[in-house]
């Protein structure tokens, strides 16, 4: 898949900064697990909201975030192809975002207690 997506920051000749293939895929996904639902005017449903809606949730609600991350991944990023989503849970706090887009694994672990999302060493 070509795609290409920019990003806020400028290489060194000034000129925007352009991520490619599995890059801009990662790129999109980490923004769409990210963005808050009523944060854009023009797509108001679009975002999961993963540390607003998501950081107190009780474990036995994982099959519902699984659920949200498919749906808006279907619904916001439908040039994606066989997109498989898997949440589950790592240790008491953690869980680990499985998305497989073709034959690649993006995987994203949560650490709630600092905040932040980010992308497994594979």
Known sequence: ???NEYTLSVDKF????IKTGNDAIYLLLIRLLLRIPGSSQ?????GVGLIERYRYMDMDKLNDLQTEVSNQIAKYLPSLNAVTVQVEQISSLDIRISIKVDNTLYIFNTDF???ILKLSDL
């Open 113 to 115: 207690n600092n905040q």
């Open 42 to 46: 023009t797509h108001p449903d679009m």
């Open 1 to 3: 898949m070509n795609l």
């Open 14 to 17: 000034k000129r925007p900064n």
